[in-house]
């Protein structure tokens, strides 16, 4: 006997909290599955009806009542088809991360995440309660198991789930992006098809949700663990996937398997998607940004170029006497380049009257950094005052490197609402600079060839500062991303002076950090919800 479910895999952009136009996508997307598709199910991501991760909105009382109201509608409303959505499940004193399948006002199946991560970006055991069951259900003959994104990366609920009969499951996501993410899916999804034989469909949704980005990639892996499905990645959409039943066997049928994309066009097309999103999202009109004519503000401006387009973005180029022709040149040239509004303000005049106004406190003083940071403050001043009268946000153009020792100021550079590279070490800055180019020349070239300066004094080089980026930036990746010793970095070749003198600067400045503005997160552990390293602390590395 040959059994036949058709599905459609719903790897949809949904919001946070806005349960009320989640749940009419939902309505929208199961009807476009009956009636285009002929799909006899249709499959949404974790969390759905309210958005994915919904934080403290959890134990609001009104998200609770809006979420019950939706889950009334979609279970009375959807005729013809199955729907499996994911929602929170408030039962009691708990509240769970919970899946149902309702099929013409029946539900048909319903299931609790068994396994809530609770590390990196995730708290889920703040919020939820386990669930203890597997959950089985049949349609069309087939049988099919539930699971929800952390449960396929143990091997108990997908064992518990053969066991209990299924002949194939569906693991409905909310997988945040970061560097060969989906290798390491994947990787862990062949794994789990080989210890129990039967097919995983993997549905991941799409989209920016602050520091967070969701890439997509859903995939079917068969039984022999050959992926047979894969979505493309950062691309909103529906699929189709037949499974053919046969004997207590399924198989995948699907036309459609997506390549994968190397490095950095996935982190580009990362940062692309979260500046998009925080944007859209938030309903700005547009950004606006410092173009120094250096590295890093010459890439924020091509990614919120490619984001929004260039007509909802503007560009401030703000001289001053340390800035050299060079920079001014270059920013000017990619900003016609671009298509972008460009204005040039010079800063003298208002530095000018800073340093007159604060005179009788500096005079026996030596210039010092204090009079960098003041440019920088000007600069700041400047753009947030663009970005109040427009409406336009301020994005920030600091990297990782800089953040993590502190080579940026306080309400100058780092003043804005959203850092793009924020995550981005400065080696990986080029990296991307040059494969954006590759699409078409967006950055001039003398501006990545050039060697690096904040130019606020003359002749300054990122250099004067801090070791060669090149050496600061696996460092930092060992000390940040890994949590090795000074001991452990040295014995990779690192000079221990130096190895002390950039962990000692990382410390110094999480204060700095603390008041930076949110931004897309692409490693494995970026400087914001999963970097808690307290402000006061007396710790000294030993060696």
């Not at 609001?60 to 499940?89: M, N, Q, T, Y």
């Not at 099929?103 to 319903?110: F, I, N, P």
């Not at 969701?214 to 990645?233: H, K, L, M």
Request: glycine share 8%; charged share 25%.
């Amino acid at each position: 006997m040959n059994n036949t479910v058709t599905v459609a895999l719903a790897q949809l952009d949904l919001i946070v909290g806005d349960v009320a136009g989640n749940s009419a996508r939902i309505l929208d997307y199961a009807t476009r599955a009956r009636d285009d598709l002929q799909a006899d199910l249709v499959v949404f991501p974790e969390l759905s009806i309210c958005g994915y991760p919904p934080e403290d909105l959890l134990f609001h009382a009104g998200l609770r009542i809006s979420v019950e109201l939706a889950l009334d509608e979609i279970r009375d409303s959807v005729k013809g088809i199955a729907v499996l959505v994911g929602f929170p499940e408030y039962y009691e004193d708990h509240i769970y991360n919970s899946c149902a399948v309702f099929s013409d006002g029946k539900t048909l199946s319903h299931y609790r995440k068994r396994c809530l991560p609770n590390y990196a970006v995730f708290d889920e055991e703040r919020y939820f309660t386990a669930g203890k069951d597997a959950a089985v259900f049949a349609l069309n003959g087939i049988r099919i198991g539930l699971t929800i994104c952390e449960d396929v990366w143990q091997q108990a609920p997908i064992a518990a789930d053969r066991a209990a009969g299924a002949e194939c499951v569906i693991a409905i996501n909310g997988s945040p992006y970061e560097t060969k993410s989906q290798y390491h899916r994947e990787e862990v999804i062949a794994a789990r098809v080989t210890e129990v034989g039967i097919p995983i469909i993997y549905l991941n949704m799409v989209g920016g949700q602050d520091e967070l980005v969701f890439d997509g990639g859903s995939f079917a892996t068969a039984a022999d663990g050959e992926v047979r499905f894969r979505a493309p990645p950062f691309e909103e959409g529906m699929y189709r996937l037949v499974l053919h039943g046969t004997g207590g066997s399924v198989e995948l049928e699907s036309d459609q398997v997506a390549e994968l994309l190397a490095d950095e066009a996935s982190v580009y097309r990362a940062l692309v998607t979260g500046t998009r999103d925080y944007v859209r999202k938030h309903g700005f009109p547009g950004v606006v940004l410092g173009l120094s004519g250096g590295i890093d503000s010459a890439l924020v401006l091509t990614v919120a170029c490619d984001a929004i387009g260039a007509d909802k973005v503007r560009a401030v180029m703000m001289p001053f006497r340390y800035t050299s022709t060079m920079s001014q040149e270059d920013a000017a040239r990619q900003a016609e380049s671009m298509g972008v509004r460009y204005d040039v303000i010079p800063i003298a005049p208002m530095y000018d009257a800073t340093v007159q106004q604060l005179e009788t406190i500096f005079h026996d003083r030596e210039a010092d950094v204090t009079e960098e940071n003041i440019q920088a403050r000007c600069r700041g001043l400047l753009l947030m005052a663009i970005s109040n009268k427009t409406g336009r946000m301020l994005l920030t153009t600091g990297n990782k490197s800089e953040m993590a020792v502190g080579y940026a100021t306080l309400y100058g550079d780092m003043a804005g609402g959203f850092a793009p590279i924020k995550d981005c070490r400065k080696t990986l800055v080029y990296q991307l600079a040059r494969y954006r180019n590759t699409l078409g020349e967006a950055i001039p070239e003398r501006v990545i060839s050039r060697e690096p300066s904040a130019e606020l004094r003359p002749g300054q080089k990122d250099s004067d500062s801090l070791p060669d980026y090149d050496v600061l930036d696996p460092i930092l990746e060992a000390f940040i991303e890994e949590d090795l010793s000074v001991a452990e970095i040295t014995a990779r070749g690192f000079d221990r002076d130096t190895v002390l003198r950039v962990l000692e600067m990382v410390k110094r400045n999480e204060y700095k950090r603390r008041q930076a503005p949110p931004g897309i997160r692409i490693s494995s552990r970026a400087f914001g919800r999963d970097w808690r390293y307290p402000i006061t602390s007396w710790y000294r590395f030993p060696g």
